[in-house]
């Protein structure tokens, strides 16, 4: 139980474009969705908490004009990156809180911006 | 402020072998701790986690962690490692002490098994 499942996994685009990540949960409400990144051979960093009919929060330092949350209902959340340029190329993982701190994560989408 | 830290980057051992990864975290409080195993490309998977009680923890696929608090530590140990544990592993602390409730991870330990 408690899956969430991401998508795309993978996804090339150009300079300028937009990308859409879609993160639902299967067989639960998803409350609280956090969407973190990584870099390659780093850790997770949080870059924004989304409660579901809320706005975002997002982290010191994270564009949310550039990374626009989405969490309309309980079941979807969704990270668009605006204007994608190179250096937003990296892992973004989801990941959603499912009561009693517990924690299930998507399994992340590798984005690389040409 | 709450942090994560894991001193090995990396770590080589032959398969058979025990193993240790070691984790150390700052909280300003009784913490959550969690270890995730992550494998090259997908997103993380629970080995397992302490909340409270007894301090010797077991997860999956044979590992155990064990919480002390005098040392803020919460090392994760396997008697005999396989070829397929090959992967990062990473620590994490939680919740967020800012009111998200998010965890926070430690850089990570890139285990590598040899034959």
């Known amino acids: 139980g408690a899956v969430v499942s991401q998508h795309p996994s993978r996804v090339i685009c150009k300079s300028g474009t937009s990308v859409k990540i879609e993160c639902r949960s299967l067989d639960f409400q998803a409350t609280t969705m956090f969407w973190y990144r990584q870099f390659p051979k780093q850790s997770l960093m949080l870059m924004a908490t989304?409660?579901?009919?809320?706005?975002?929060?997002?982290e010191q330092g994270v564009e949310k004009d550039k990374f626009l949350i989405n969490h309309a209902s309980l079941t979807l959340s969704t990270l668009t990156v605006t204007s994608a340029h190179p250096e937003d190329s990296s892992f973004y993982i989801c990941s959603a809180s499912i009561g009693g701190f517990g924690y299930t994560f998507g399994s992340g989408t590798r984005l690389t911006v040409v | 402020a709450q942090s994560v830290t894991q001193p090995d980057i990396h770590i080589t051992v032959s398969e058979g072998a025990s193993l240790e990864l070691r984790c150390n975290y700052s909280y300003g409080a009784t913490p959550y701790l969690f270890w995730y195993v992550q494998s090259p490309g997908q997103g993380l998977q629970l080995l397992l986690k302490y909340f409270s009680g007894d301090t010797l923890v077991q997860g999956i696929k044979g590992f155990e962690a064990e919480f002390k608090r005098s040392q803020s530590s919460f090392n994760l140990r396997k008697p005999s490692v396989h070829w397929s544990d090959a992967a990062e592993y990473f620590c994490?602390?939680?919740?967020?002490?800012?009111?998200?409730?998010?965890?926070?991870f430690g850089t990570g330990t890139r285990l590598t098994v040899i034959p």
């Open positions: 994490a602390v939680g919740p967020s002490q800012t009111g998200a409730n998010n965890l926070f």
């Open positions: 989304s409660n579901e009919g809320s706005k975002a929060t997002y």
